[in-house]
């Protein structure tokens, strides 16, 4: 029988996935922030990076290995909280279209719930977005530093264009999230119940979360992918650059690079999504566990 969902339940739960995603999947995602943002070569020149593999190498040749690990304090303060709101988001989004607590629920259900999810979430993904993206793009060029961290990124901010600011990148997150999360959801839940035998839908099996999460993490980034270029383009962008929001950040892409450009980062998001999201996954469903053996009836 499914295990009936509690909603502080899932937060909690929710926000231990997000930690060890963080943890797991931070040096990918630098890389994929430094390839999607990397200026674009002088002609006859080469670009700073050639690929993944390189871009890591040039990392830690320069900055050690914990170079991968910059800003890495934004992500773990937002993504925690993202995650436990993003669980708590797709627990509410179930629990609407349920008319018994243990209804199981439809692919297209599964899919809104988590598109609800993925609203619930842009508050807190956008800033937290909007300085990571920021501080790794800051480490990777060897221009003056206009940040010292995560605090001071929100101070310079505020202080140059107040929480509109702070919030750029709104429409562009929305549009990459609220699809993925559908995604994401329906495809875990779908995946993970279809590898289930027969009556042991509700229980935890390791393989079965990681096989589930890690597939679950690709299929997200594979419809993400494109708007995650222009909201990384446009979070990173000098004020004024984009007068249209991502409709001008498209329009430049398209003009000077082609729809290839929109995969982007593809190769590192693709090859951090199965581990991290296996990661997320496993850390929530054992937590959920923990949880539900500590009190029961929470
Ligand atoms: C963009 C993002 O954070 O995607 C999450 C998976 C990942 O690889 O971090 C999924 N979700 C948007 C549902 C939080």
Redesign the pocket.
């Known amino acids: 029988m499914p295990q009936k969902t509690s909603a502080i339940k899932d937060f909690v739960a929710g926000g231990f996935g997000g930690s060890c995603?963080v943890v797991v999947?931070q040096p990918l995602d630098t890389i994929k922030v430094r390839l999607q943002t990397q200026p674009l070569p002088a002609p006859g020149q080469k670009p700073l990076y050639a690929g993944t593999w390189d871009c890591a190498l040039k990392t830690i040749r320069n900055e050690g290995f914990f170079g991968l690990y910059k800003g890495m304090a934004a992500p773990l303060v937002g993504v925690t909280p993202?995650?436990a709101v993003?669980f708590l988001g797709f627990g509410i989004g179930k629990k609407l279209q349920q008319t018994t607590p243990d209804q199981q629920l439809t692919a297209v259900q599964l899919f809104n719930a988590?598109m609800l999810?993925?609203v619930f979430?842009t508050a807190i993904?956008t800033p937290g977005e909007r300085i990571k993206c920021l501080l790794q793009v800051q480490a990777a060029s060897s221009g003056p530093k206009l940040y010292k961290g995560p605090i001071d990124v929100v101070k310079v901010l505020y202080r140059e264009g107040g929480i509109r600011s702070i919030y750029k990148g709104t429409c562009a997150t929305l549009l990459?999230?609220v699809p993925?999360?559908g995604m994401?959801?329906m495809s875990y839940e779908w995946l993970k119940r279809s590898m289930a035998p027969a009556g042991k839908e509700g229980e935890l099996s390791p393989i079965r979360t990681v096989v589930a999460g890690g597939i679950a993490?690709m299929l997200?980034?594979l419809v993400?992918i494109g708007p995650?270029v222009l909201k990384s383009r446009l979070q990173t962008a000098p004020e004024g650059k984009y007068p249209n929001g991502i409709r001008s950040v498209f329009v430049e892409i398209m003009k000077n690079e082609g729809p290839q450009a929109l995969f982007k980062g593809a190769t590192p998001v693709m090859i951090?999504?199965f581990p991290?999201?296996a990661a997320?996954f496993l850390g929530y469903e054992v937590a959920i566990k923990f949880l539900n053996m500590i009190a029961p009836n929470l």
């Open positions: 995603t999947g993202m995650f993003c988590g999810s993925g979430t993904m990459r999230d993925a999360s994401y959801f993490g997200n980034w993400a995650d951090r999504a991290a999201n997320c």
